[in-house]
T-cell receptor, first 114, second 114 residues
Framework: EAQVTQNPRYLITVTGKKLTVTCSQN?????MSWYRQDPGLGLRQIYY???????DKGDVPEGYKVSRKEKRNFPLILESPSPNQTSLYFC?????????????FGPGTRLTVT | AQSVTQPDIHITVSEGASLELRCNYS??????LFWYVQSPGQGLQLLLK??????LVQGIKGFEAEFKRSQSSFNLRKPSVHWSDAAEYFC????????????FGKGTKLSVIP
């Protein structure tokens, strides 16, 4: 089954404790992206990647890092989480050639930073 | 920069009534257009998309959308709403060339009265 998976689905952590949210897709998509969703603000893009070793900032990159060492994986790293990063996070992927195409979304990771 | 406006934050309709959710975009050319649905606790699922051709597009779950170039709109419609349609709906826009990013509206929450 074609899908985007994220882990963990729920995470509660404390300020300053480094964490990683994993994202994996099995559709051989070149493009992968991270969004955060906050009430009243919709989805805002954090980082995206056009292919392996190619990443770029989205609209709200501060406080986040990403890497793309393999085509299928695109982890989101919070090196020193703060309470304002409490949010619902989505990973998405899509094809690139001739695009833009519809993006396929993971189930989301709800992060709480206390 | 492109932008997407969903003027209605929350809409309530009775089951069996018709539905129209509005989406307007701001961009110099005709972009790629998408509607996504997010059920409670779920990720985003693509309902339908418009790339070119017939301006009335059919999607899943009985939804359709009409692209109106003169109004820069891509409104989502359904003739008869079911209780299971209660969810949040997002309009998204992608540039035709040179970018694979999608810009999302802030969403419209749909409530359905039995």
């Amino acid at each position: 089954e074609a899908q985007v998976t994220q882990n963990p689905r729920y995470l509660i952590t404390v300020t300053g404790k480094k964490l990683t949210v994993t994202c994996s897709q099995n559709m051989n998509h070149e493009y992968m992206s991270w969004y955060r969703q906050d009430p009243g603000l919709g989805l805002r893009q954090i980082y995206y990647s056009m292919n392996v070793e190619v990443t770029d900032k989205g609209d709200v990159p501060e406080g986040y890092k990403v890497s793309r060492k393999e085509k299928r994986n695109f982890p989101l790293i919070l090196e020193s989480p703060s309470p304002n990063q409490t949010s619902l996070y989505f990973c998405a992927s899509s094809w690139v050639a001739g695009g833009p195409y519809e993006q396929y979304f993971g189930p989301g990771t709800r992060l709480t930073v206390t | 920069a492109q932008s997407v406006t969903q003027p209605d934050i929350h809409i309530t309709v009775s089951e069996g009534a018709s539905l129209e959710l509005r989406c307007n975009y701001s961009y110099g050319a005709t972009p790629y257009l998408f509607w996504y649905v997010q059920s409670p606790g779920q990720g985003l699922q693509l309902l339908l998309k418009y790339f070119s051709g017939d301006t009335l597009v059919q999607g899943i779950k009985g939804f359709e959308a009409e692209f109106k170039r003169s109004q820069s709109s891509f409104n989502l419609r359904k003739p008869s709403v079911h209780w299971s349609d209660a969810a949040e709906y997002f309009c998204a826009v992608g540039l035709r060339a040179g970018s694979y990013q999608l810009t999302f509206g802030k969403g419209t929450k749909l409530s359905v009265i039995p």
